[in-house]
């Protein structure tokens, strides 16, 4: 990663697509942070396994999606897999639309996407995931709240990855809590703004926040504030916070 390109960070989806093809079996030393991530990743999935797979309180869904989540939970390890930006389906992602772009663009641009996950911990958007559930905002014993047995780990593999690339967060709060921003020093934060003055949330301005990651990595440079400025939506401006 080069100092004269950026990452974006998005947050993964409650929401996956199934299944994945069992030619890339999900292996936890995987990926752009295998190496270093790996062995805390191998702890949670065996703490799933032992639970099998964790309860409804710990993954929050009942029924059929429950018994879904379980299952994928119990066999992590060597369980198919999807490239992460296709494993997740949620609004951000479906507007974000990488499937949409030309395949060299998508390779390029799937490569400066990294995601927390309270399973994998850092995943970047071209990784091999298997189907899972687990919040970063959930509490599993005996690790406790996962961002935050998270954070040190994850901020050390995400500063060696980067190395001195400005760092774009687009992160809610639950997920922004697994870093240690302190120590990031080419942080670059950019908030969506509502043109009514209302309230920030819910399915539009999760959208918003998918077409403000694809204007970003679509465009050229670093400089931020002409980034923003060129953001063209009918309900949200973008600013840089930080």
């Known amino acids: 990663m080069g100092a004269s390109s950026f990452v974006v960070m998005l947050p993964p989806s409650e929401g996956k697509a199934e299944a994945g093809t069992t030619k890339t079996k999900y292996a936890n030393d995987s990926g752009a942070f295998g190496a270093s991530l790996g062995q805390y990743r191998t702890d949670i999935a065996r703490t799933l396994a032992a639970q099998s797979g964790g309860d409804a309180k710990l993954l929050g869904v009942k029924g059929d999606l429950l018994a879904r989540a379980q299952l994928a939970n119990r066999t992590l390890i060597g369980a198919p897999t999807l490239p992460a930006w296709q494993r997740y389906t949620g609004v951000v992602w479906d507007h974000l639309d990488l499937a949409g772009l030309p395949a060299a663009t998508r390779t ?135």
Do not use: C
């Open 108 to 242: 390029a641009v799937t490569k400066r996407i990294i995601v927390p996950s309270g399973f994998a911990g850092l995943v970047r958007a071209d990784d091999p995931l298997p189907d899972y559930r687990l919040k970063m905002g959930a509490r599993l014993a005996p690790f406790g709240l996962l961002s935050t047995w998270w954070r040190d780990d994850l901020t050390d593999a995400l500063l060696a990855h980067t190395k001195k690339s400005p760092i774009v967060d687009l992160l809610p709060q639950e997920h922004r809590a697994a870093i240690d921003w302190s120590r990031v020093s080419t942080l670059v934060r950019i908030d969506l703004v509502s043109k009514s003055g209302g309230i920030v949330g819910g399915h539009n301005a999760k959208a918003a926040k998918g077409l403000l990651a694809q204007h970003l990595l679509l465009s050229s440079g670093t400089d931020f504030e002409r980034m923003v400025s060129t953001f063209a939506h009918p309900d949200y401006t973008a600013k840089v916070s930080s």
